[in-house]
């Protein structure tokens, strides 16, 4: 499970490092447009799970995810051949609809076998391995340009997704029983999609996912833009790229132990707290714009992701607990609706990323703001 969603991470954070370059193959006249080569295949994960989800819970988990592969394949001689921005962000919505399909449907497989906090513990150990592929990801990508060119770095891309393929192919069996199975149908899936959009703890925790991986997606795509052109990091961007994603993964780490002691409402309400608090802090203290040391920033950043890390796993936990019996369909109906958000949010705050890292925080501000009001509202309903 692990490895398949690693391959989603590798396709996203190997490419940061030639985004430039990308940019100058492709013609892209704004250097803020470059940015859609990672929030657009976003795009194509949320959308994917509303084909893969229903599909699964009628053939079977394996199948899907070998259709998804390649899928992912297809679009990934799309984007090496791709001569614009059109073309490319063409290829990486395609990615991203073909990636969808391991990701959720890893979610699905653990679904299928595990429930409440040992669930949210076993999404914090295949998270941990997710977060660990991001460490290493921009520098394999710098490697690959350093010593090729852009295009190599999807050509490794592919060649790691076959082996992953393969790997699952051979040991991981499958895990919805045929008994199990429902047969297709758009009434299915709007019966589907009535009962999930039912739950006001299911899309509680929907809404607050797709607010918190939004302001996440927003660093994400400017990463880049902030290390290599406002901090003039372009060598050291991959190390410090590294060390930030060692904070979230420390972070899920101990979310799998803490997780079965106090519970995943308890972590998940001090986590947005915390979220909120380093968020306006970092506005009250460098409101006027001005980038702070780089030691400063990353101190700010580092904590943020701390705080990032404990929700994650704990939110599509939550908000999966309800609707184990359509996994399937829930996997890729509250995916949909959280990356779709997401996408929107980190469009939109990334637009304004050019000269300052204020921007990164107000957007991480106000989407703690909203997360905590949509929490108390759960809260309160629940009683």
Known sequence: MAALMSVVALAIDAVLPALDIIGVAIGTENVVDNQLLITMMF?????????????????GRKPVVYAGFGLFLAASVLCVSAESLTMMIIGRVLQGIGLSAPRTIAIAI??????????????????????????????????????????GIFYVQVIISIVVMIWFWKRQPETLLVDKRVRFSIRVFKTGFTEVIRYKTTMGYTLISGLVVGSFFVYLSASQQIFQLQYALEDAFPIIFAGLSIAIGSAIFLNGTLVLKYGMEKIITLSLLGFFGISILYVVLFNSGTNPPLIVLLIFFALQFFAIGFLFGNLRALAMQPVGHIAGIAAAIT???????????SVFIGRFVSNSVLPVFIGFLACSTASIAILIYVKRSNK
């Open 110 to 151: 653990i679904r299928d076998l595990f429930s409440g906090d040992y669930m949210a513990r076993i999404m914090s150990f295949v998270t941990v391995v997710f977060i660990l592929v991001p460490v290493i990801a921009p520098a394999l990508g710098q490697l690959i340009l350093d010593n090729y060119n852009w295009q």
């Open 335 to 345: 995916g949909f609706i959280s990356t779709l958000l997401a996408v929107v949010l």
């Open 43 to 59: 795009l194509g994960i949320g959308i994917g799970p509303l084909i893969f989800g229903p599909i699964s819970d009628t053939t």
